[in-house]
């Protein structure tokens, strides 16, 4: 196996505000290699982007904010380093694309000049060469007609262009890693499935790995080798795509799973939800977070936090931190 | 509303003449206009804790019976000035059309201008014999609050206007709210609520204006105590009896460099900030015995 690109271990982040304190990420521990997309899946608020960018310093001011544990890129631990540090780090290490890309463009600019910024300031290029590698950034994203489009502002373009130029704009500075983060949220459906076909081709070509952070379990399908299930800050279960969406073992990612609409099959049994809401995280407490709303819980899970451990189904990826599950299934441990 | 993190020290001063002005009967030593031909600018004593003027009336007394004139008036222009400003304001960015353009103009004439420079026009007409029905105290008031309320409702306009094209009040426009509900319910508190911000720091600058207009002898008669007046009367003894200038220059001057530091506070108190500090570090200490709790349970399980 190859080194990988960004590992993150053990690690637990609090944000503190005046009145309440979350433990947002509880002891997570996930890695991703070259050329790997790793999908982060789980509901709103279940820790997946502070999980993902909470290390790159990418998280909103306004609240104190307390990393444990290592987050290593590039031989480097992101959560020992100054904000000055990750700022040199960030463009040429890792390329963020944001839900909303109306926003995280600047209105008062031209699009090519916002992207030739970022080409010279991490490349170095000059002002000529950089407006060139701007063109032939959107010309990659497959943004038609990209010498005219140099010059529009952001309000001239649709969406879905748009999160192409958002796409041109993480790649500028050639990262290694991409995050996406719900990239396809904001976009219709037609023009999701191009955004994610697009990162996709991107990521052939390149070589990149790619981060995608999503609810959407259609894009996961599509894009992921690899899954994350992600609940209340801490991990579920983990394994390759087909592993965890074909043969989930964790109740919630079946809970998860069972709530998506399947519009293929005949008889329709409609989605089932999962009873209850997700547990607020401003407690640390014992045992597994999901024991409540779980339909297998057993005592013991109460008591002891589940870690993860290899489903036992031959693939020695897939893991769940699910005891009950695992010791029904007759699978050894210890 | 709290004030977030900005040392309350700064801010004594204005709570201070807020105090002072309210309980100003209880704390004067002498009547303000008293005089005392044996105790003419004198040093601070016992009797006479800051000194006496040129009439030999009580400087203490006058300090006090002076934050109490400024604060009454302060309170009574910058009331007026708000609703004027914000019901012309608001009228303006609701309407729209001809009647917005007619406001606008007489908004933007009178911000041409400068408020004091109205003022002083205003007690010129005032002081007509059209007008002898009113104190001169009263003259300064109604001068000050027509030349104070455009920067109210040109705020209030531009709020009103761009709250105006919110997709909630489309929203509230569909469900059927009249156009008084809209008003009261989804656009005033974002009127007030940046006019209230701006008025706390305006009010530093009120009291400057209200003791020019009496250092220019436009504003309150004497012998009503008022700083600006006591700078005036001073001013010839400045040589000789420094104190009588700066002791009401001091108060002028921390009460207006106080306001601007309150409207300061009540901005910012809109911008989150992140906890820091000892405050932090109790949060903190709370976690990690959480953690620590967790540890033991799950070691003895």
């Given at each position: 196996m190859t080194t990988p690109v960004y590992a993150v271990e053990n690690l637990i982040i609090d944000l503190y505000t005046p009145t309440v304190s979350v433990r947002a990420v509880d002891g997570a521990s996930f890695e991703i290699h070259p050329g790997e997309t790793l999908a982060i899946v789980g509901?709103?608020?279940?820790g997946k982007t502070v999980m993902t960018l909470g290390p790159l310093g990418l998280l909103p001011e306004g609240v104190a904010i307390d990393m444990r544990g290592t987050a290593r890129a590039d031989g480097r631990d992101l959560v020992a380093m100054s904000q000055s540090e990750l700022s040199a780090m960030r463009g040429g290490e890792f390329g963020v694309i944001f839900q909303d890309p109306m926003s995280a463009?600047?209105?008062?600019?031209?699009i090519g000049p916002q992207l030739a910024e970022q080409a010279r300031r991490h490349a170095g290029l000059s002002a000529a060469d950089a407006r060139k590698e701007a063109v032939s950034l959107l010309a990659r994203t497959g943004i038609p007609d990209p010498a005219d489009r140099y010059?529009?502002?952001?309000?001239?373009?649709s969406g879905g262009m748009l999160q192409r130029a958002m796409i041109a704009l993480a790649l500028a500075a050639k990262p290694r890693v991409l995050i996406a983060d719900e990239p396809t949220t904001a976009l219709d459906a037609t023009v999701q499935a191009q955004i994610l076909a697009l990162i996709r081709q991107i990521q052939k070509e390149d070589g990149i790995a790619v981060v995608l952070i999503t609810h959407d379990i259609g894009a996961v399908s599509v894009l992921a080798d690899r899954v994350i299930v992600l609940y209340a800050g801490q991990i579920a279960e983990e394994g390759s795509a087909i592993d965890v969406l074909t043969r989930p073992v964790h109740p919630y990612t079946k809970g998860l799973l069972a709530s998506v609409p399947d519009f293929r099959s005949e008889i329709s049994s409609g989605t089932r939800e999962i009873p209850g809401l997700p547990p607020n995280q401003t407690k640390v407490e014992p045992g597994c977070r999901f024991a409540e709303r779980c339909s297998i819980a057993q005592p013991s899970c109460l008591a002891r936090r589940p870690t993860l451990l290899p489903v036992g189904d031959g693939s020695v990826l897939h893991r769940a931190a699910c005891p009950v599950v695992l010791n029904a299934q007759g699978v050894a441990h210890q | 509303m709290k004030l977030g993190r900005l040392p309350w020290a700064i801010l004594s001063p204005a709570i201070t003449f807020v105090l002072i002005g309210i309980f100003a009967p209880l704390l004067m030593t002498h009547d303000t206009a008293q005089q005392d031909y044996g105790a003419?600018?004198?040093?601070?004593?016992?009797?006479?804790w800051l000194g006496t003027d040129y009439l030999g009336r009580d400087m203490w007394s006058r300090i006090i019976g002076g934050a109490r004139t400024s604060l009454v008036a302060m309170v009574f222009v910058l009331a007026a000035a708000l609703v004027i400003g914000v019901v012309i304001g608001s009228l303006a960015g609701y309407i729209g059309g001809i009647t917005e353009m007619a406001l606008i103009s007489v908004i933007d004439i009178m911000l041409a201008l400068p408020s004091l420079v109205i003022a002083l026009a205003l007690m010129g007409v005032f002081?007509?014999?059209?007008?002898?029905?009113?104190s001169d105290y009263w003259k300064m008031i109604l001068a000050l609050t027509l030349a104070w309320w455009a920067n109210y409702a040109r705020m209030s306009r531009a709020v009103v206007v761009s709250e105006l094209q919110q997709p909630y009040i489309e929203a509230a426009r569909v469900m059927g709210a009249s156009h008084i509900w809209i008003f009261v319910r989804h656009i005033l508190p974002h009127v007030l609520g940046l006019v209230v911000v701006y008025a706390s720091a305006d009010a530093g600058a009120l009291v400057l204006a209200i003791a020019t207009l009496s250092f220019l002898g436009l504003g309150v008669a004497p012998p009503v105590p008022e700083w600006g007046q006591m700078l005036v009367d001073g001013m010839s003894y400045i040589e000789e009896y420094p104190s009588l200038v700066i002791i009401p220059g001091l108060a002028l001057t921390a009460v207006v460099v106080s306001f601007n530091l309150l409207g300061e506070a009540f901005a910012l108190q809109k911008v989150p900030k992140a906890i820091r500090g000892s405050l932090l570090r109790r949060k903190k200490a709370e976690r990690a015995a959480e953690d620590e709790a967790r540890r033991r349970v799950e070691a003895g399980a």
């Open positions: 509901e709103s608020g279940s463009l600047n209105p008062m600019l031209k010059d529009r502002y952001p309000h001239e373009l | 003419l600018l004198q040093g601070p004593s016992a009797s006479h002081s007509g014999e059209n007008f002898t029905w009113m």
